[in-house]
């Protein structure tokens, strides 16, 4: 078979994380492995109230084929939303829905890179970005990051670096809200500095605002601030999701970006699902037109502040002294640096058995193999009781080996 | 912005169809243009059913995530029922399920296709294969046909000859139930023939089976029995969808397909869209589990048998002496022969204002530009009334301009 494949295909590989998921999540496993929001925060209450009123009203129609760029009713709430609540002013013609902000990767992956083409990305990066560049056989590059952002000049002097090197540099992948894995929130000023380098250097930014709502109290939601609305030159592509905020399996998000590029991503969709699931569509049009949205919103936050705050305090319990980390800002995940010289996957793979403990080692999100002794903790599936026994087990077990 | 676009992105077009769209779709028109499934047939009464009792049992859980390869028990079911009705024995490892057919399709030209590599299709094709395969920059290569199958002869002479010119033949697609456009259904010596073909040249076969299952009467479903059975060699891909039996507002269908195939499908998948939607999986899991398929995709059956034959009738009265027509033993489409010298796409922007019908002009369905006196008629969102009617306003229009 292997003669028959495109090139593309012969460098697919499955990801570490891929390659875990069997292991970590054992049911007899407390998990901080699971990066997916907590089903108990999907609305399915207002949901059901939705599909009954929309299978009265609609019959069988909810079930048909949906447009390729999304439900127009639904692109224009996610506009007038996207006004309201990120200061984001985009045309029609400058919006696009998605199954999936995963399927928006590789749209907007596949309209603009070659094989050879670079990409840069924070060191860490998010697996699923990673993976799309890599399928597409583009170069992925990555830049040194601090809490507050990408390190520009290092930036710099990457994309200086790979043009002198013959390919050709394309564009900045970056999660600047509360980012997965890392939990960072970059600085406004690096925000406007990054947007600076992509105009002297002539680049298209890609801004993956998946986590951007979910902000926990004392968090101005200014500082999050999106680099769309900065964009004079139109070289931002901004997308965010309703995975987490409403629920991921109804598989819908959006992208704002210039018409040109929207209008490609619209013609890749075509062919890569034709539509969107309707139904997933009509739930969240119905569940925005009702009003629902912010209150249900607020809740998520106060849900996922507290279980950061219990991961915090399980954290400051048994892992002072041996490691590093910042309580994040919002989002689903803690970001921990150990101090002492453990390779976290080793160390994954000797305590899994016994101790029943799981979580993401940190090396699979930095694409230059470095982040050894780095480790990400998700605190959104797991108890408060869980999230103190399994913290604090862990503490210890590192502890024993510092 | 043409700056930055990828190659593929830059060959990326609307096709014709796509731009009739806003054409053929106005609310006043009587339009046999829309290849849709009639939502008079979604079951949306069993789906509020299964939907209540979802929700009661699993909660927010039936809006996660699910995984890439589909739901297991999915998967199963479609296995089981892939034995059961069309005699098809694939494993685990050889079964993937995709968000639509539309996407099935995409990945399977993705992890097969480099630019160049030639695809060999029928004259005519379904646009959206066509679109699939020309958004990768393969070449699609026509082959004639008869109302019996693919022409292996001249199959055999277009793979010689793509070979002669240094590109690589690698995959014959064909839908050979009820093709749309044509409605033809391929005989089993045909079948068999191509198979052969694909032995004989070292090809890939990917057997699109969306409309096999939609049968009418008088046709003994042993006829339509897909290739996969016979494939002693591995060499074909078969695909089918819930789309047209079910609903394709879900988007769920399902691929067969050689394990190292499907693995690579599951590979692409993996960054096309992470996986498909949760909700629309678990209704059609419980749709299968409560032994409601048979009985439903019957009565579909006959309510396109009766459509169909509603325009068989009204083509006779209308038709005789202008045009040559078979009526399809299933599927949605009529395809219609004009005898006199007229090209339809200018009949059709003559006649769409003033009479206000619509079909699908036959040539955009051939990649080599023929088909000019064709043309498609779709009789599953029009009422026998309006069947009557539109065909026979038609029926007279061509008769005055034969």
Do not use: C, Y
């Given at each position: 078979m292997e003669r028959f494949l495109s090139a593309d295909a012969r460098v697919m590989r499955s990801s570490l994380i891929r390659q875990l998921t069997g292991l970590v999540n054992r049911p007899d496993v407390t998990s901080f492995a699971a990066g997916s929001?907590?089903?108990?925060?999907?609305?399915?209450?207002q949901f059901t109230q939705i599909y009954s009123d929309l299978v009265a009203r609609d019959k069988g129609k909810i079930f048909q084929y949906s447009v390729t760029r999304g439900n127009p009713e639904l692109i224009e709430a996610v506009r007038d939303r996207g006004q309201r609540v990120k200061n984001i002013v985009a045309s029609q013609e400058e919006t696009i829905l998605a199954s999936g902000s995963q399927q928006g990767m590789e749209l907007v992956s596949r309209v603009l890179l070659d094989p050879g083409d670079a990409v840069f990305v924070e060191l860490p990066n998010f697996i699923g970005a990673t993976a799309t560049f890599e399928n597409l056989r583009a170069r992925v590059v990555g830049v040194r990051k601090t809490e507050s952002g990408m390190d520009l000049d290092d930036l710099r002097a990457k994309v200086r670096q790979v043009r002198s090197e013959g390919a050709k540099p394309k564009l900045i992948y970056a999660i600047p809200n509360f980012q997965n894995p890392s939990g960072h929130t970059w600085s406004a000023e690096n925000r406007s500095g990054l947007l600076e380098?992509?105009?002297?250097?002539?680049?298209?930014v890609f801004e993956d605002d998946a986590y951007g709502e979910l902000y926990f109290s004392g968090v101005a939601?200014?500082?999050?601030?999106?680099?769309k609305p900065d964009d004079g030159d139109g070289r931002v592509i901004h997308m965010s999701t309703?995975?987490?905020?409403?629920?991921?399996?109804?598989?819908?998000?959006?992208i704002f970006g210039p018409q040109e590029i929207v209008r490609r991503?619209?013609?890749?969709k075509e062919t890569a699902d034709l539509c969107t699931s309707t139904l997933g569509q009509l739930l969240i049009l119905e569940f925005l037109n009702r009003g629902w949205m912010e209150p249900h919103v607020e809740r998520v936050r106060g849900f996922y502040d507290a279980k950061s705050a219990a991961m915090d305090r399980a954290l400051r319990n048994s892992f002072t002294g041996v490691a590093r980390w910042r309580k994040p800002d919002g989002?689903?995940?803690?970001w921990v640096e150990l101090l002492g010289d453990i390779d976290t996957l080793k160390f994954l793979h000797e305590i899994i058995d016994e101790h029943k403990i799981a979580f993401i080692p940190g090396s699979p999100f930095f694409v230059d193999g470095s982040g050894e002794n780095t480790l990400r903790l998700s605190f959104s599936n797991v108890s408060d009781e869980k999230i103190d026994a399994g913290v604090g087990k862990l503490g210890e077990l590192i502890r024993a080996r510092s």
């Open positions: 929001p907590n089903a108990e925060t999907f609305p399915h209450e380098v992509a105009n002297q250097e002539d680049l298209l939601p200014n500082d999050l601030a999106p680099m309703f995975s987490k905020i409403l629920a991921p399996g109804l598989r819908v998000a959006w991503i619209e013609l890749a989002g689903l995940f803690q």
